[in-house]
């Protein structure tokens, strides 16, 4: 590649290499920062290093990954070269750490540009010595020809700076203007990168370029017009003109100076009458909403927000045309946005003052629409100034000032009723109907093509694709069922094959995937787990937890069943047992009584899928078989035999009295000597071959007494009556599930959503459904994990789950070119529950029942809006959320209000 001075570069492609190379995230400076430190500066010297990446040595075991082939032999580097992804960064760090005692008091430094700047000649010398001093120390080599010394004005990183402040490169300039007009996005893309490195020296910049921008958003077809090339050749002018702003002194107050239109937010920083800096940015969608105080308003915070290293701590003053503004600081009615903006705004310290439009010319970049008026209503400029904000049609004559009504109108059919003329299929209907043999297709008046009552919508898909989405997406519609839509849309409009486009419209809209509930049976057929070969050779387990604390000190068990013969372990623990105590306990309780199990089958507690758990368990020989997440029926005979634990464990309190632990070997027993219907028997007599001797059941020590071999083989015969019983219930409860579920395949590959549960954590007052979404993604699916379970790709925000799903937890997404997928940043719980949080507490008051006062507050919860705030109980959300309630302040705030439920 041809350098600047005609010399060549040698340039290797690296991109293989920068692959796999670990990326070093040492931040560059930004370039304003630099620019901001050169207030005051006077003289000026610049050194550019010679090939500067050259200048620093490679790792001897690295010098191989350097390595390319050419015609004349094998090379490798033994300096940094250049394209390396990690070069840029490393020079920087170097840089920055040999200057670090003299960065920002007179060195600059940007790669291997080097800038040393004074305030006088005599401070220069000794600079511009301490400099050159460190590079002969580090041997750190400069090109002369690139070098300039003592200078009053010099050029670096495209910018001209002087005593008088900092301007643009005319060579830069030159470049522009030499650009030719854009024949593709790419090339627009690259011209507005160049132009944007100049925007802050640019008045209005976002106003001017909104026609290229417009180009470069997804979607739209690349269409040079006139707006377009005018919009080009004004920032090419624009550049040639561009001021030379000031430094910003830090030691001196700042002015900003702000307008808002409905074309986007402009704002100018001013320091002693001169423009340290011009900033501007189109609108956002949904802030073309805005009304025009809170448009104004946004743009205080827009440009407080960019030029909060200048004002913050400092006192200034923030000039706007918006008379209202001033006295927002006194309203009490406010929006939500407003109170979310005025508390920004606390954190300064400024004075906001009124400046008349047509006195603010410094920031009417996005200044609105002119109006004309003859010679003789100069006077009733002002009036016509307060009506524009109201969207009337204005007009003026030389006595009075009409105010035309806001027309509405709808261009649909019209545009309907054009490409009609284009629709091969609807231009011979309009042939059949004018020589008589139309049948139901009609000619109307208006001369649009109807099927009998109904519009008849040509096959342009902009146009069918505009009805559907103001069927199903507008605010009139919100997004109803196919069949709803469809009986909608059929009173009104006609197309071949109708009902089919709609539900395919409606099945693949990305808010329905993710928002409605499904109403089929679930997905997943049932997967019986193999039946064990002998007793306590496969076992699982879970825990039964938050249960009262006995004087022992436990609140929890850990169940434990053999799934062979249904017999089950309850042990007493506390929650807090660290795993060697379980560990221990795990031993001296199931291995020394039945040995050491060849699988265990349980959920994903922590407590199981720990590092420890698993060494102990490899070091026993045991396989753990943990359940997919979120889909507690995998182990479903552990969460059985809860079940009927908890109900022995409520009856035997509530029968006997006392603490729960004392009662537990009890319960054992009598759930182990109680039929079970899978196994026909009870566990007790499926695990030592015969009943066990109760009051009810009493028999002799030598009462049917077996001996030698027919042991072995009573035993093994009893064995495999289990397993037959076993096999006969599995079958029936997979028939019978089936007959409620639906199997359901993915690929690799695909990409599916993960259904989530909206939780609270508070029991609500006058409570309204959360809107949180049922489904998050998509997420693309990695791999096939056993017959109905799949391991997706999650992001790194929800790396706190397990990655493998059970069918009936996944949905599939159903992809359609329009979709824009966001990342769903919500706090997703590991048991698949989205918790929501208040965020504040918006109003209280006191309802009356039965005698009693029931303090109430109005809570906003997070990711809601507003209007859909909920009364919560105030006992219950200082319980839960204390920091809601501010001492003090709360009780100030807020007055009471009564009323009568």
């Given amino acids: 590649v041809k350098k600047k001075d005609g010399s060549m570069r040698l340039c290797i492609e690296d991109r293989q290499l920068n692959k796999v190379t670990i990326k070093n995230k040492y931040p560059l400076p930004r370039i304003d920062d630099l620019m901001d430190q050169l207030v005051g500066a006077c003289v000026f010297s610049k050194i550019d290093l010679r090939s500067g990446y050259h200048q620093i040595r490679v790792k001897e075991e690295d010098i191989p990954k350097t390595a390319f082939r050419t015609r004349y032999g094998h090379y490798e580097y033994l300096v940094m070269p250049f394209g390396v992804t990690n070069a ?128 470069t958003r997804k979607g739209v077809p690349f269409v040079w017009n006139s707006r377009c090339e005018t919009s080009f050749q004004n920032l090419k002018e624009k550049l040639t003109r561009a001021p030379v702003l000031v430094l910003p002194d830090l030691n001196k107050s700042f002015v900003v ?49 960019i030029w909060r290293h200048y004002l913050y701590g400092s006192k200034f003053e923030v000039f706007s045309d918006h008379k209202n503004l001033k006295y927002l600081f006194d309203q009490k009615e406010l929006n939500m946005r407003q109170r979310r903006w005025l508390e920004f705004l606390k954190d300064y310290d400024f004075e906001l003052s009124y400046h008349p439009g047509k006195a603010n010319v410094v920031a009417d970049a996005l200044s609105r629409k002119s109006l004309h008026i003859s010679s003789l209503m100069i006077r009733e400029m002002d009036l016509l100034a307060q009506f524009r904000d109201l969207s009337l049609a204005c007009e003026t004559t030389s006595s009075s000032i009409r105010l035309g009504m806001i027309r509405v109108s709808n261009d649909m059919l019209k545009e309907i009723r054009d490409a009609q003329l284009e629709d091969s299929f609807l231009v011979a209907r309009r042939e059949a109907i004018e020589g008589g043999s139309g049948g139901e297709f009609v000619l109307g008046s208006d001369g649009v093509v109807r099927f009998g009552d109904r519009v008849c919508v040509p096959s342009e898909a902009t146009l069918r694709r505009l009805i559907l989405e103001e069927g199903h997406k507008s605010k009139l519609s919100f997004h109803p069922g196919s069949t709803k839509m469809y009986q909608d849309l059929k009173k009104m409009f006609w197309w071949p094959r109708m009902k089919r486009d709609i539900e395919e419209f409606a099945s693949a809209c990305l808010v329905c995937q993710k928002a409605k509930v499904e109403h089929q049976k679930p997905s997943g057929l049932l997967q019986p787990l193999s039946i064990p070969e002998w ?22 068990i850990w169940v434990i069943v053999d799934r062979l013969t249904k017999c089950a372990h309850f042990l007493p623990i506390n929650i807090k047992y660290s795993l060697e105590k379980l560990a221990k306990l795990y031993i001296s309780e199931i ?39 979120y889909h507690p029926q995998t182990d479903g005979q552990t969460e059985r035999t809860i079940q009927s634990l908890e109900d022995l464990l409520r009856a035997c309190v509530l029968d006997q009295g006392g603490s729960w632990d004392s009662f537990l070997p009890l319960i054992e027993f009598t759930y182990n000597n109680s039929f079970h219907s899978s196994i026909g028997m009870a566990p ?122 059970h069918v009936s937890q996944l949905r599939k997404y159903i992809h359609d070119p329009s979709h824009v997928i966001e990342s769903d940043h919500l706090e997703v719980k590991e048991n698949l529950t989205v918790e929501t949080i208040p965020v504040r507490v918006e109003d209280r008051m006191v309802k009356q029942l039965r005698g009693k006062e029931i303090p109430l507050v109005k809570v906003i919860w997070g990711g809601a809006t507003p209007e859909n705030a909920t009364w919560e109980l105030e006992e219950k959300m200082k319980d839960s959320y204390p920091e809601l309630f501010a001492s003090g302040k709360f009780e100030d705030e807020f007055s009471f209000r009564r009323g009568e439920l």
């Avoid at 650009?179 to 944007?196: D, H, N, Q, Y």
């Avoid at 007793?535 to 929890?556: E, N």
């Fill in 88 to 215: 840029p960064a490393i020079f920087m760090d170097y840089m920055n750490r040999i200057f670090h005692p003299y960065l920002d008091k007179f060195v600059v430094v940007f790669i291997d540009d080097i800038l040393i700047y004074s305030k006088t000649k005599e401070e220069h010398e000794e600079h511009l010595k301490v400099v050159l001093e460190i590079l002969r120390e580090k041997q750190l080599y400069a090109k002369f020809s690139k070098c300039d010394f003592r200078l009053e004005k010099v050029s670096f990183l495209g910018h001209v700076i002087s005593k008088g402040g900092i301007g643009v490169d005319p060579s830069k300039v030159e470049a522009v203007l030499k650009w030719e007009s854009p024949e593709s996005v790419s090339e627009i893309r690259s011209f507005l990168g160049l132009a944007g490195y100049y925007r802050r020296f640019i008045e209005g910049f976002s106003k001017i370029a909104l026609p290229l921008t417009e180009l």
């Fill in 591 to 629: 291995v020394r009584l039945h040995g050491v199990p060849s699988s265990i089958v349980s959920d994903r507690d922590p407590r199981f899928t720990s590092r420890f758990w698993e060494s102990l368990q490899q070091a026993l020989g045991t396989q753990l078989r943990l359940s997919s997440a």
């Fill in 535 to 556: 007793k306590w050779d496969s076992i699982s387990m879970d825990f039964v937890v938050a249960l009262p604390r006995t004087v022992g000190g436990h609140d929890s």
């Fill in 684 to 805: 007790y007599e499926a695990l030592y071959g015969r009943r066990c001797r109760t009051p009810l059941c009493w028999c002799e020590p030598g009462d049917n007494l077996v001996l030698g071999p027919e042991v072995v083989q009573q035993t093994t015969e009893k064995v495999k009556l289990i397993q037959d019983r076993m096999r006969t219930a599995q079958g029936r409860q997979k028939s019978y599930a089936d007959k409620r579920r639906k199997d359901l395949e993915f690929k690799e590959g695909d990409h599916v959503f993960l259904k989530v549960t909206p939780w609270t954590g508070v029991g609500r007052a006058l409570k309204s459904k959360k809107l949180t979404p049922r489904f998050i993604g998509p997420y693309q699916i990695l791999k096939r994990v056993g017959t109905v379970a799949y391991q997706i790709a999650l992001p790194p925000h929800l790396s706190n789950l397990h990655n493998v799903f």
């Fill in 257 to 305: 100076y702000c307008d808002a239109s409905k074309m986007g937010l402009g704002g100018v920083l001013m320091q002693e009458g001169k423009v340290v800096v011009y900033a501007s940015r189109q609108l956002k969608i949904h802030e073309r909403n805005y009304p025009t105080h809170d448009l104004e308003l946004a743009t205080v915070v827009f440009v407080l927000k």
